[in-house]
């Protein structure tokens, strides 16, 4: 403050974490309307759902498309059905609810909106001014949700497939670049001139991996890959656990605004000064 500014008021502040380690920020950076049902989905009693994988932190939020001809193609809802029911099947994904009634034809139905776990810097507060006082409730975890569209790959696949460029697609199907950690495999050459059979001999191959001095495998890459490749399976292992989607106007939203505000008078005492204050902050 400038010695010149004026205090304009004063506003007592309330500390709660009874919500805690539930308070998140969700961000949309593509998203242009509200997370709502479309109302013509909304009629046909549509309604957006989720659900959660807590130990790896991935969210989704499935929202049901816009069913009016003028927006949404229903033939070619057809083939992308298909290509994401074949995509679930590849990730190892129970669709639980999901699943299409016996006899009925897939189609995609709803816009997956999957979640990025970011790195937060610092405490995140959630804050809100109520008859002149500030609540303020702990925010343990920020996601940013993008639509998933894994499923046009298969699509994409399938379309090489069917043009007769199977060479490339095996070769794109054929997993992950070789370790540079492993060592590589032995291959046999046969000569088209001699048809003489080859003699099998044995070869022994050994690895060294260099270690620095901290006893730590050198080779940041393949070790970034191979924490990839574990995340990815650990990712796809772990099951699925439905949540409960509630709008901010059903009583269930209101019921948990009304919660981020504190109910307790009991002062808090601060037990550091200015000088611990100023050290924790980084840059100074």
Not at 26 to 54: D, E, M, N, W, Y
Not at 179 to 194: A, L, N, Y
Not at 215 to 221: D, F, I, S
């Amino acid at each position: 403050m400038d010695g010149d500014d004026e205090l304009v008021s004063v506003l007592p502040i309330h500390y709660s974490n009874t919500l805690s380690p539930n308070v998140h920020i969700h961000q949309f950076p593509l998203l242009s309307r509200p997370l709502q049902t479309p109302p013509a989905a909304a009629v046909s009693g549509k309604r957006i759902r989720a659900r959660i994988k807590p130990i790896t932190r991935r969210i989704e939020i499935h929202v049901p498309v816009d069913p009016r001809p003028e927006v949404w193609n229903s033939e070619r809802s057809k083939s992308l059905g298909v290509a994401r029911q074949e995509d679930d099947r590849e990730k190892n994904q129970d669709v639980g609810k999901m699943k299409q009634r016996e006899g009925e034809e897939a189609r995609l139905t709803e816009v997956r909106m999957r979640s990025e776990h970011i790195p937060q810097e610092g405490a995140y507060m959630l804050g809100v001014v109520r008859n002149g006082h500030l609540h303020l409730q702990p925010i343990s975890e920020t996601h940013q949700f993008r639509p998933t569209l894994t499923y046009l790959d298969v699509m994409s696949r399938k379309t090489r497939r069917s043009r007769g460029d199977a060479g490339s697609d095996e070769d794109s199907d054929d997993g992950p670049p070789p370790d540079p950690d492993e060592p590589p495999p032995v291959q046999t050459i046969t000569s088209k001139k001699e048809k003489k059979p080859l003699e099998a001999k044995e070869v022994q191959v050994s690895a060294r991996k260099a270690m620095d001095d901290k006893g730590n495998l050198q080779g940041g890459l393949s070790a970034v890959r191979r924490e990839m490749l574990l995340a990815i399976r650990a990712e796809e292992d772990e099951a699925w656990q439905d949540l409960e989607f509630c709008d901010g106007e059903t009583a269930e939203g209101q019921e948990m605004f009304e919660a981020v505000f504190s109910q307790s008078d009991e002062h808090l005492e601060c037990k550091s000064d200015i000088t611990t204050f100023l050290k924790d902050i980084k840059g100074l």
